[in-house]
């Protein structure tokens, strides 16, 4: 499932015309829209970035350079008017709109290394089963 969310993902191929080796595209496009919509992606990427930054591989500081940021051609001259106030969503509605897709797809990866690794330690200790 994951291998073909991220096929899709990567590529932007349309969900029908995802590949057979992931499984029928339906099944696959069903459960990246319930993990979008139960947070499950978001929560991965929490999971990775916090993993990550205990571990010092996040190097948090940013610098923009503006030689290399072009503006576009309609961004010369300020808005004249303020921009219209974002529609009464409540505060959730606010927080997943700054979420990019990638943000909820390393949360999902993190959530599904943790189980893995759950699975794999609990199966170091008991018997093989043939299931």
């Known amino acids: ?7 899709r993902v990567r590529t932007g191929v ?3 015309d995802l590949p057979e080796r992931f499984g029928p595209w339906k099944t696959v496009y069903e459960r990246h829209r319930l993990w979008s919509a139960d947070g499950t992606w ?7 970035q916090a993993a ?5 591989e996040i190097d ?11 503006a576009h051609q309609h961004a010369a001259g300020a808005r004249t008017d ?11 509605g ?10 909820s797809l390393i949360a999902r990866l993190v959530e599904v290394v943790r189980e893995v690794r759950a699975r794999a330690a609990r199966g170091a200790g008991s018997p093989a089963s043939s299931t």
């Open 60 to 70: 948090w500081d940013v610098s923009v350079d503006s030689t290399i940021v072009r």
């Open 52 to 56: 990550a930054d205990a571990a010092g």
């Open 42 to 48: 978001e929560r991965l990427l929490q999971q990775v």
């Open 14 to 16: 349309q969900w029908r």
């Open 94 to 103: 606010v927080e997943h709109q700054a979420e990019t897709p990638w943000q």
């Open 1 to 7: 499932m994951i291998d073909g969310i991220l096929h």
């Open 82 to 92: 303020p921009p219209p106030a974002p529609g009464s969503k409540g505060a959730a």
